[in-house]
Each structure stands twice: as structure tokens, then as C-alpha cells.
T-cell receptor, first 111, second 112 residues
Framework: RKEVEQDPGPFNVPEGATVAFNCTYS??????FFWYRQDCRKEPKLLMS???SGNEDGRFTAQLNRASQYISLLIRDSKLSDSATYLC????????????FGTGTSLTVIP | ETGVTQTPRHLVMGMTNKKSLKCEQH?????MYWYKQSAKKPLELMFV???????ENNSVPSRFSPECPNSSHLFLHLHTLQPEDSALYLC???????????FGPGTRLTVL
């Protein structure tokens, strides 16, 4: 079983739409959770950390559900510049602090 | 952004060549990482260094040899690679092992 699983997509949405991605993780002892964004042929960049109480940064909202072991990312009012691959990342203190990356979810925002 | 830099950005090498990838971080971090990213696969952690000491080696073949002379520099020495080693090699750093990781732009490696 993969440590982190994401729907690879692609998600093709019109500008202004709201889109949500989910990610599940297998290690219930995981401690830290992140969403990274990766543009084509570029490096991953931190989008936001995910806190237990949920957190929001502008148009982006991240949620954590420990009971069901999933993380979500909601993007409101999609912009063309949101087109990228979104990587779910999970870290577990009992795995030598190793970060596990999902394969990513591809988003294309269409004019 | 120049927090984490990597050179070269692109590398083409034959299977008998020896080359090195270089990573430098200007963020004052203590941990550095090498990852491999192949098409359609998640990032694969290769090596972790914390305060210059290697803490993780994820069963990486010996044809990949890391070196960390100090907390700001990380090298990946390559020799007798295989075509399946062609990938994007990413360096990352973090303040501590469990903290957010910041990535360099990567070296796109092609092995002929």
C-alpha cells in the first residue's frame, strides 16, 4: 500500500470554479502535512502546511481529518495561474522523519 | 529565488562517465536531502543529511554516492549509471528534520 495516495486527475476546470483535491495517507502516526505545488519542469514549492484545525490562505483552504486519514485542498475562484500539479506530503515521526510525497494531482484552469 | 541552488541544471552523460551534481543552500538550514523524480512516480527520497551526518540511505545503488562537506553544500557523485537513472534530481533543505523542506530547481539528468 502506498504511503500517500492522490487522484492523479487531470482536473480541468473553468476560471472562477471551485475545485477540491483529496489525499489519503496510510500511517496513522503521521505528524506533519503539507500541500506543495509543482509547475511543469520546475521544483515543488510549498503551498501551505495543513494544521489539525484546518487553515486558510486566501483562496486556498486545507483540512485534515485524522480519523479518516485524509487531507484536502480547496481552491476557490480558480485562476489560470493555478494550473499546476499539487503534491500531498506527509511526514511521520516514527519513520525517521521521512517525508512521503503523493504522485500529485494535475489541475488545468481553462479560460 | 536563490535559497537553494543546483548545478548543473541539465546533464547528459554516457554510462561510463563520472559526474557530480552540486547543491548549495543559503537558508541557514541544518538538513539536506536528495530526491529522484521520475515521470508518473512520486518523489523518491535518496539520502538525508542532518548536521553533515548521513541519517538516511533509502537502499540507493552504490553508483550514487553522496557527500556533505558542510551544512550548506551537498553533492551527488555519479558513476556507471544506467539509462533508467534518467530523471530529475532534486535537492532540498530544511531547518530541522521534521520541518518544511525547500527545493532547488533540480538537475535534469539523461543517461545515454
Amino acid at each position: 500500500r502506498k504511503e500517500v495516495e492522490q487522484d492523479p486527475g487531470p482536473f480541468n476546470v473553468p476560471e472562477g470554479a471551485t475545485v477540491a483535491f483529496n489525499c489519503t495517507y496510510s500511517n496513522s502516526a503521521s505528524q506533519s502535512f503539507f500541500w506543495y505545488r509543482q509547475d511543469c519542469r520546475k521544483e515543488p514549492k510549498l503551498l501551505m502546511s495543513v494544521y489539525s484545525s484546518g487553515n486558510e490562505d486566501g483562496r486556498f483552504t486545507a483540512q485534515l481529518n485524522r480519523a479518516s486519514q485524509y487531507i484536502s485542498l480547496l481552491i476557490r475562484d480558480s485562476k489560470l495561474s493555478d494550473s499546476a500539479t499539487y503534491l500531498c506530503v506527509v511526514n511521520g515521526m516514527d519513520t525517521g522523519n521521512q517525508f512521503y510525497f503523493g504522485t500529485g494531482t494535475s489541475l488545468t484552469v481553462i479560460p | 529565488e536563490t535559497g537553494v541552488t543546483q548545478t548543473p541544471r541539465h546533464l547528459v552523460m554516457g554510462m561510463t562517465n563520472k559526474k557530480s551534481l552540486k547543491c548549495e543552500q543559503h537558508l541557514g538550514h541544518n538538513a539536506m536531502y536528495w530526491y529522484k523524480q521520475s515521470a508518473k512516480k512520486p518523489l523518491e527520497l535518496m539520502f538525508v543529511y542532518n548536521f553533515k551526518e548521513q541519517t538516511e540511505n533509502n537502499s540507493v545503488p552504490s553508483r550514487f554516492s553522496p557527500e556533505c562537506p558542510n551544512s550548506s553544500h551537498l553533492f551527488l557523485h555519479l558513476h556507471t549509471l544506467q539509462p533508467e537513472d534518467s530523471a530529475l534530481y532534486l535537492c532540498a533543505s530544511s531547518h530541522a528534520l521534521a520541518n518544511t523542506q525547500y527545493f532547488g530547481p533540480g538537475t535534469r539528468l539523461t543517461v545515454l
